[in-house]
Each structure stands twice: as structure tokens, then as C-alpha cells.
């Protein structure tokens, strides 16, 4: 009985004996072409350079999600994600916190102004200030990461494209930047229900 040749080795094993890793762990991510200075300037343009390379650094490094703050999607909650063109947040923002509020309350009745000057209902002013300060927060501290994620997603569609790179770097920036038109139009309409509840 004959035995079978012992196996010839790899050419392509490690010389530190560990292991050797599957072809797709040994591609690189192209991820620095993705996420290119003159890619990130595009999609948020002038602001870039003064605000959101320092606001966005540590997702640079390490894209997993690490709390920071940004004041403007606190306090501006959730116009700020409307503006930033954040829809899916916006509408998070928008409906999750009244949604708590009725879960926690177990109140299906209209929070109105006149509702809330009674002195019955002061606790329902306090639960009610509560989830939105709570949403505030959390606002605050995902804003930043929610806006790394937006602006990467838009860069490896854009290079999925295949297009010349002007026409990347203008498909690039109409999807970036801001949406002034939706935000105002937004606030608009709030003063006007806030304004029609306060008089009613």
C-alpha cells in the first residue's frame, strides 16, 4: 500500500504561521477613494472645511457609531435632519416622540395649549417636556454619525455609477448640501399650528 504524497505548501501561506485569509478579507476597501477630501468638500460644501471635517473625524478613522454632540439637531429638532437632507430621521424625530407621549400617558387626547393651563394636567406638561428633552439628546448624539452615513451611502452610489468624474462630483453635490425649500416650508407650517392652537 502506497501512501499519498504529503502536500505540497501553499505558495500563498503566511510565513508567521497564522492562518490564511479569505480572498474577499484580502481585498482592499477602496474606502479612501469613497471617502476622498475633494468627495466630502462636494457633498458638504463650504461647510466642510469649517465645521464637518472636525465634527465628522472620528468616524473617519473608525466608521462604527461613537456618541457626539451637535448643538444645531438638538435644539432645532427635527428641522435640522430635514435640512440636512436626514428624511428618515426627520421622520423619526418628527412622530417617534408624541408616540411615546401617548404610550406613557395613555392619553389619546390632543395635547392643546388650553388642555395644558389646567392644573389637572400639569404632569402631562412635565411628561411631555421630559420625552422631548429625552429626544433632544438623542438627537444630539446621533446627528453627527446619522450625517457620516448619509454622505458615505451617497459616495459609493455615486461610484457605482461609473460616470466621468465631473459628472460624479455634480451628482455627488446635488445629493449632498441642504434642503432650504423643505425646512421652510416645514416651519412654516408648524408656526402656523402652533400659532392656530395657542389662539383656539
Given amino acids: 500500500m502506497t501512501l499519498p504524497p504529503p502536500d505540497e505548501p501553499r505558495s500563498d501561506s503566511r510565513s508567521d504561521g497564522q492562518p490564511d485569509l479569505p480572498r474577499w478579507a484580502q481585498r482592499p476597501s477602496g474606502g479612501g477613494a469613497v471617502l476622498s477630501d475633494e468627495r466630502m468638500a462636494t457633498y458638504f460644501g463650504a461647510k466642510w472645511e469649517q465645521v464637518y471635517r472636525r465634527k465628522l473625524a472620528p468616524f473617519l478613522e473608525d466608521p462604527s457609531f461613537v456618541p457626539t454632540w451637535n448643538w444645531?439637531?438638538?435644539?432645532a429638532l427635527p428641522v435640522w435632519f430635514l435640512?440636512?437632507?436626514?428624511y428618515l430621521?426627520?421622520?423619526i424625530f418628527f412622530l417617534l416622540p408624541n408616540l411615546v407621549f401617548r404610550l406613557l400617558t395613555r392619553s389619546d387626547?390632543?395635547?392643546t395649549m388650553e388642555a395644558l393651563r389646567k392644573p389637572e394636567n400639569e404632569w402631562l406638561l412635565m411628561m411631555n417636556l421630559a420625552v422631548h428633552l429625552s429626544s433632544a439628546i438623542a438627537a444630539g448624539g446621533t446627528a453627527n454619525w446619522l450625517l457620516f452615513r448619509r454622505a458615505r451611502a451617497?459616495?459609493?452610489?455615486v461610484s457605482a455609477q461609473q460616470l466621468p468624474a465631473g459628472e460624479e462630483l455634480g451628482l455627488l453635490r446635488r445629493m449632498g448640501g441642504v434642503n432650504r425649500l423643505a425646512t421652510a416650508l416645514f416651519v412654516s407650517l408648524s408656526l402656523v399650528i402652533v400659532l392656530a392652537q395657542y389662539r383656539g
Fill in 83 to 86: 435640512y440636512r437632507k436626514l
Fill in 89 to 91: 430621521p426627520f421622520a
Fill in 72 to 75: 444645531s439637531a438638538a435644539l
Fill in 109 to 111: 387626547t390632543a395635547l
Fill in 154 to 157: 451617497a459616495s459609493h452610489f
